[in-house]
Every structure is written in structure tokens, then in C-alpha cells.
């Protein structure tokens, strides 16, 4: 009896120790792979999309905002379309028939998830929603939208997405600033049970999204939209191919507006070519035609080559260069005219005069100094520049056509900074586009960009006072608002194809700044192949006198006493 | 069955500990659900106000105040500054 008793109780014991190495070998041995195993299984982790930043106008209204959309998507598996509420489905989602083809070829794979739609609103999400289709579902998707649209376009740019799905910003300031408005996503660990709800007392762990910054900008919604209205008016007035507005504050070098025609939706990128994305202001190389003598004359004024009252000493007709007769653009010429009245009549002549005056080293480095040949550094992502050839390579002939803007390349951008230099006392200053970021209500502006001294402030007021001159006294008169003096010179510039100039294709152009004494903005408007007439005294140089009267009366410009003079 | 009244009570202290136990764990399994829920309910409204914001920035724009402006037949106004330069103007003799 006592003998099967120890063995029942050797029995139980062994049992016992049976359980407790079984349980030893499960929960301690076995515990990394299980618990490894456990957390694939109730563990989520979860990317939290950081909110694009905002781009907002100087007045801080939004540019560009983020907006909610939905992307729907179907379980295969589960997903159930009764006839009668397949129209009403296919009828919401845009795309109809992409959807259905989607739904069609990939009937019986083995998915659990395939997306059908992207970018729906709200309201149409609710809709779908109603119906009740089994396997149907959303996710949220973030969205940019314009609310100035087109006329904001070339400053913006826009959101798409890159080779990975991320969302990526391309051209404007969505393409240079894209760091910075993106932010950084955050992370979300949790344990979810096995209907998806988080476990409470489960491990969580957050990592928070970093939102991307607000970014301010110096563009003037107001003049923008002013532009955007004369310039569209004025293409269909004189019938130009395409156009282009840049205003630029004269004292800081901001931009306040800057549009170009046609343009593009930047909220419906996809429905345009995509050759229409790039800013033709920044990007676009045009010969500046007689604009260009502002800069030529400036440089000869400081270099103390020439001053107002010098006298042209080869004005009396065309002159001969490299075999080449170089003539002014009407044939008209004005032997014995002094500088101001080469600027006055835009004689191609008494720029030639001008050039041979300061020499070609002399004439070259000034352009440079301009910043002719390089990058402005403006913050859009698009920039890019023409190519100015190296000083051995300018034969007689360049430098001579260069001195009236023919066979020079420069972006419509560099043409107005330069400008501004002798708008500015000449300083050059960089242009610039943003001014500042704004997180949580705390604003950081950015530092002043260094401006460059290109030629002195003498140089500046005599070529300010032979400009208001050409304004006052040349073909343009007609067209000034009375009451207020501007510094400005007309251009025409015939266009190079493949190697020479087509005889019947134009730039038109009109570039200054107003008030002269005082400025307040500088101004280029450009106008290509103008057909109702070629020339800029009669289509840009108007259009422009147009916009500034509008600029006047918004900035409260006083008009000016000495324009009675 | 128990030696004394100590065992007796530990036992009884150890079976409602443990029935508290399932009481406690049954109705905090629950808060997950609700924990979802409101997220859900934050997250929609969340949504619909980012969303009412995109549309105050749309109707607010300088362009669609133009567009309703001329959709009602409303024109631009003229406007002249009359400043002492335009109106000496009009009384300088030729």
C-alpha cells in the first residue's frame, strides 16, 4: 500500500515537473520568437503624415493650403456591386472608367486592398458612403489647393508625386522651398486586438509629425491680380503670342507680382503640356533689344566714359563693322546728338558710340556686374540663365549689337534687377520671393540679402534723369499718366531662329521704374510677336503705363510735382 | 476541509480578487472600442474643418470675389483722383 502510494505521488510530481520545464522551455526560451510573433500580429505601427506647410501672400493670406481628399479603395475579397447601384457608384468617381476597368481586370486576384479613386471630397466620400457597397473604403489623402489659381501659378508651382508616391513639390517656391514645407512625419506604435482596436493598456509609443512651416512670401495679391487682368486684356489688344508682367519692389528687391501668359492651373497641373510649368521670367533666355541700353549707358556714365551733354561723333548714318553695316532701327539718324537724346531717340548708333567709348573689357565686366550670366539665386526652382561667351570670344560685331541688347541673351528677371540697381542709387539687389516662416504663430524672417554696389549713385540719377527725358519727350509720351514721372525705356528686339532673325517676329518690351524720384516698384513688361503692331512704344510701353496707374492709385502714390517739368 | 478560518478567508480573499479581476479586465477591454471611436469622431470633424477653411480661402480669393461680382452684373468702377496737379491742369492756358 505505502509503495503505491509513492508511486502515485512520484507520479504526480513527475507530472508536475513535466508541466513546469514545458512551461519553462514556452515562456523563456521560446519567449523572443513569441513575443516577436505577437507583436507582427497585435502590433501596428503606423506612418502619421506630417501637414504640408502653407504659402501665403504678404497680407498672410494662403497661396496655397492643404485641403482634405479621400482615396477609395476596394477589399476584392469582400467586394459586392449590385447592378442597380453600380451606376450610382461609377457616377460619383471621377475617372468612371478607369475605375471600372480597375475593377474589372482585377476581379479573383488575391488583394486585400486595391485603390479605385484619388482625390475625392468630402461631400462625395458622404455620398459613396450612403450606398453601403461591402469591401468599399477610405483613406485620407492630403491635397493642395490654390485659391488664387492661375495668376499665382508661376510663383507657386505645385505638389505631385515622385517615383515613391510621397508628395513632392515641383517648380515656384513648392519645388525650391520643398524641405522646408514638407516637415517630417511622425510615427504611431500601438497593439491593436483582433478587430483593430488599440489595447489600452497595451505598449503605445508617438512619435510626433513635425508640420512643415508656413512660408511668407513677398507677392502682393492685389498687384498680382492687377497684372493678371491688364496683361490678359492686353494680350488680346495687340494680339501678342504670349506675355510676360514682373513688378518688383524698388527698395528691397521683393517680388509683388509676377505672371506670365498663357500660363496654367497650378490645382489641375495634369490638364496642361507639361512645357507650360516653367516660368518663362526665370527661366527663359529673349534678347532685350534697346532695354538693354539703360545698362550699357549706366556703365559708360560711371565708368566716366561718356556724360550726358558728350557728343556722338559717328551719328551721321550707319556704320561699318566687320563688313557688316550697322544702321539705326528707322533709318533716321541725328548727327551731333549728345547721350541723352541717343537714349531719347534709342539711337543704335549712339550706342555703338557709347560701347567704343568704354571698351570692350570694360563694356563686358560691367555687364557681369549687372549680373548678366548668372543665376539671380531668386528662391524658385526653375531658375537657369543664358550663357554670356567668354571675353575672347565677343568679336567687334557682338560688341557692338550688344551695346543695343541684339545678341545677348538675358532672362527677363535679370532685366529688371539690373534696372533696379538704377533705381536703386546703384545697389543691385538680389530678388527674393519669401520673406520669412511662420510655425505656431511664431514668425522668422529671414536675414536681408546684401545688395552690390554696380555703379554709383551719380551714375544712377544722370541715367534716371536721361530716362524720365525719353519718358517725357519720346514716342511714349502719349501714353503717361499724368501727374507722375517715370524712368523708363522702350525695347524691340527681333527674335533669333535657327541662326538668324526672323524678320516679322518681335519681343516688344517697356521697362522702369516710378516714381523716379522715389521709387516705389520697377516694372518689365514683355510682349511676344505682338501683331496689332511690332514695336514697344506702341503695345508694352501702353500696357505698362496702364498697370501703373492702377500700382499709383493701390500703393497711394502721391503724383509727383516734378513731372510738370 | 480548511484547517482554520485563516485558509478559509485567503481562499475566499483569492477567488474575489480574481472575480474583480474579470469584472475590471471586461469593462476596460471595452475602452479601446470607445478610445476608437471618439479618434474617429475628433478625426471626421478635424477633417471638416480643414475643409470648411480650404473653402473660405477659395471663396475669399480675389479671384472668385471678382467672379461672383461680374456673374451679378456688377462692373468695375471707374475711378479718377482728382489731385492739384490734374486739376491745375485743367486751367493752364494753352
Known amino acids: 500500500m505505502n509503495r503505491r502510494l509513492q508511486w502515485i505521488k512520484l507520479l504526480f510530481v513527475g507530472w508536475f515537473l513535466f508541466l513546469v520545464i514545458r512551461l519553462f522551455y514556452w515562456q523563456v526560451i521560446k519567449n523572443p520568437e513569441l513575443e516577436k510573433d505577437a507583436r507582427a500580429q497585435y502590433g501596428s505601427s503606423d506612418i502619421i503624415p506630417a501637414p504640408r506647410g502653407e504659402i501665403r501672400s504678404a497680407d498672410g493670406f494662403p497661396l496655397v493650403t492643404n485641403s482634405q481628399k479621400y482615396l477609395a479603395f476596394i477589399d476584392p475579397h469582400v467586394f459586392r456591386l449590385d447592378a442597380d447601384i453600380s451606376k450610382k457608384l461609377f457616377d460619383l468617381l471621377p475617372a468612371t472608367s478607369g475605375a471600372q476597368k480597375i475593377i474589372t481586370e482585377n476581379r479573383g486576384l488575391p488583394l486585400n486592398w486595391l485603390p479605385i479613386a484619388h482625390g475625392l471630397s468630402p461631400d462625395t466620400k458622404a455620398r459613396i458612403e450612403q450606398l453601403q457597397v461591402p469591401g468599399l473604403g477610405f483613406e485620407e489623402e492630403q491635397d493642395r489647393i490654390y485659391p488664387e489659381g492661375s495668376p499665382s501659378a508661376y510663383f507657386t508651382g505645385f505638389v505631385g508625386k515622385n517615383e515613391t508616391g510621397d508628395m513632392q513639390g515641383y517648380f515656384g517656391l513648392e519645388g525650391y522651398w520643398d524641405r522646408i514645407l514638407s516637415g517630417k512625419p511622425g510615427k504611431l506604435n500601438q497593439q491593436l486586438d483582433a478587430y483593430n482596436r488599440p489595447i489600452v493598456i497595451g505598449d503605445q509609443n508617438i512619435i510626433p509629425p513635425q508640420p512643415g512651416q508656413n512660408l511668407i512670401t513677398s507677392v502682393d495679391r492685389s498687384v498680382e491680380y492687377i497684372v493678371f487682368k491688364q496683361l490678359e486684356a492686353g494680350l488680346v489688344k495687340y494680339q501678342a503670342k504670349s506675355g510676360t508682367v514682373t513688378v518688383m519692389d524698388s527698395k528691397t528687391g521683393h517680388l509683388l507680382a509676377m505672371v506670365s501668359l498663357p500660363g496654367y492651373d497650378p490645382g489641375h497641373f495634369t490638364d496642361y503640356p507639361p512645357d507650360i510649368y516653367k516660368n518663362p521670367i526665370v527661366s527663359e533666355g529673349y534678347e532685350p533689344g534697346s532695354t538693354f541700353k539703360t545698362i550699357v549707358m549706366s556703365s559708360a556714365l560711371d565708368a566716366g566714359a561718356v556724360t550726358p551733354q558728350t557728343i556722338c561723333e559717328i551719328c551721321s548714318g550707319p556704320v561699318q563693322i566687320s563688313g557688316d553695316y550697322l544702321r539705326s532701327y528707322n533709318n533716321v539718324y541725328y548727327p551731333g546728338c549728345n547721350m541723352s537724346d541717343v537714349i531719347l531717340h534709342s539711337d543704335n548708333i549712339g550706342m555703338v558710340f557709347v560701347s567704343r567709348k568704354l571698351g570692350k573689357e570694360k563694356m563686358l565686366a560691367y555687364i557681369r556686374k549687372f549680373g548678366f550670366g548668372q543665376l539671380t539665386g531668386v528662391d524658385l526652382q526653375e531658375e537657369s540663365t543664358p550663357v554670356l561667351r567668354p571675353d575672347n570670344q565677343w568679336y567687334d560685331i557682338d560688341w557692338a549689337t550688344a551695346a543695343f541688347g541684339q545678341g545677348i541673351a538675358v532672362t527677363r528677371l535679370q532685366m529688371v534687377t539690373a534696372v533696379n540697381a538704377i533705381a536703386n542709387g546703384g545697389q543691385l539687389i538680389p530678388p527674393r520671393v519669401a520673406i520669412g516662416t511662420e510655425v505656431d504663430g511664431k514668425i522668422k524672417l529671414f536675414p536681408p540679402v546684401k545688395a552690390k554696389k554696380v555703379i554709383s549713385a551719380e551714375a544712377a540719377a544722370l541715367m534716371t534723369r536721361m530716362m524720365v527725358n525719353a519718358v517725357n519727350h519720346g514716342e511714349v509720351r502719349y501714353y503717361r499718366v499724368p501727374g507722375f514721372s517715370v524712368a523708363a525705356k522702350t525695347g524691340t528686339a527681333q527674335i533669333p531662329i535657327a541662326g538668324h532673325y526672323d524678320p516679322d517676329k518681335f519681343i516688344a518690351s517697356f521697362i522702369g521704374f516710378a516714381p523716379a524720384a522715389n521709387p516705389k516698384f520697377t516694372m518689365l513688361v514683355t510682349l511676344n510677336h505682338p501683331q496689332s503692331s511690332p514695336w514697344g512704344s506702341t503695345t508694352a510701353a501702353p500696357l505698362w503705363f496702364g498697370i501703373a496707374e492702377k500700382l499709383f492709385r493701390y500703393f497711394q502714390i502721391p503724383p509727383d510735382s516734378s513731372a510738370l517739368h | ?94
Open chain 2, 1 to 94: 476541509m480548511f484547517k482554520n478560518k485563516l485558509t478559509l478567508y485567503t481562499y475566499i480573499g483569492i477567488a474575489v480578487l480574481l472575480l474583480l479581476q474579470v469584472y475590471i479586465s471586461s469593462i476596460r477591454s471595452s475602452d479601446g472600442d470607445r478610445i476608437t471611436d471618439l479618434d474617429s469622431k475628433i478625426n471626421r470633424l478635424n477633417s471638416q474643418n480643414r475643409e470648411l477653411q480650404a473653402q473660405i480661402y477659395l471663396h475669399t480669393s480675389i479671384a472668385s470675389i471678382q467672379d461672383f461680382a461680374q456673374s451679378r452684373h456688377m462692373v468695375p468702377a471707374v475711378i479718377e483722383n482728382l489731385g492739384s496737379v490734374t486739376v491745375a491742369s485743367l486751367f493752364t492756358k494753352p
